[in-house]
């Protein structure tokens, strides 16, 4: 059982939380969150009324649309948490927050312990600010990132993976194989396929080699985002979340 207390969520964050580009609707993407808060080990809050524990999520059934979590370290909070018809569970670790609503749950013997088993949320808040977890993008279609260096130089280039914390570039122009650290590039557009485009200001941060399956050594700009905007954060976030459920939906 959990014995720990977590503070709740300020006006701030909620109103962070209530954001709509941050709502996860398909079954999928749903359980993919739950899948991470259980494999992190993360707490949560249950918020009900009559009380609150904190809790941790321990199984998720996405064929039974149903997870399994922890009971708290009061009797009587378990016991009002078994009478409620609705239940508001809230994660903070640091860099992810996940925010939703279900209920009611019921007592269950998880690995041989009581536990509360609840249905899956229809609506789930998840908003991922890690640093930062990279993801790689389509080889068909393949994202790219076009714009100009800072002589003026253009350029359009195969983005080879993404995060919130900015991409990697592959490079297909001789002239750029020597871009030094530190150059900064502003105005890039990233067009990413069907989700879109945003415009961005990188900052090169990691320029190497990678070597293809023919033996050709090809030049990988490692950039980082300067200044990310909000909007341009959120679409980010959101074909990050659909590229990992596109790689890891079928095993959830």
Not at 25 to 33: D, E, S, V, Y
Not at 53 to 67: E, G, K, N, P, Y
Not at 110 to 139: H, I, K, N, W
Request: aromatic letters at 8%.
């Amino acid at each position: 059982m959990i014995a720990a207390t977590l503070p709740s969520l300020d006006a701030d964050r909620t109103a962070t939380l209530i954001d709509e580009c941050y709502a996860q609707r398909h079954p999928l993407q749903i359980a993919l969150c739950l899948r991470s808060l259980l494999s992190r080990g993360d707490f949560l809050t249950v918020e009900f009324e009559g009380g609150q524990i904190v809790t941790q999520v321990l199984d998720v059934d996405s064929r039974s649309a149903r997870f399994v979590f922890d009971l708290g370290c009061s009797d009587s909070s378990n016991a009002a948490l078994a009478r409620a018809d609705a239940l508001t569970l809230r994660s903070q670790p640091s860099g992810i927050q996940t925010e939703f609503t279900t209920g009611p749950a019921v007592k269950v013997l998880f690995d041989g312990r009581p536990a509360f088993e609840a249905p899956m949320p229809t609506l789930l808040y998840y908003v991922q600010r890690r640093q930062y977890y990279r993801v790689e993008t389509p080889l068909v279609n393949p994202f790219v990132a076009h714009g100009r260096d800072e002589a003026g130089n253009a350029f359009h280039f195969d983005v080879k993976n993404l995060s919130l914390g900015g991409v990697a570039l592959r490079v297909s122009d001789d002239r750029f194989e020597t871009a030094e650290r530190g150059g900064v590039w502003r105005g890039v557009t990233l067009r990413m396929g069907p989700f879109g485009e945003v415009s961005v200001d990188l900052e090169i941060a990691a320029p190497r080699y990678e070597l293809m399956q023919t033996g050709e050594r090809r030049a990988i700009l490692g950039c980082r985002f300067i200044d990310l905007s909000g909007c341009a954060e959120r679409a980010l976030q959101r074909t990050i979340t659909q590229l990992e459920l596109k790689h890891l939906g079928r095993g959830v």
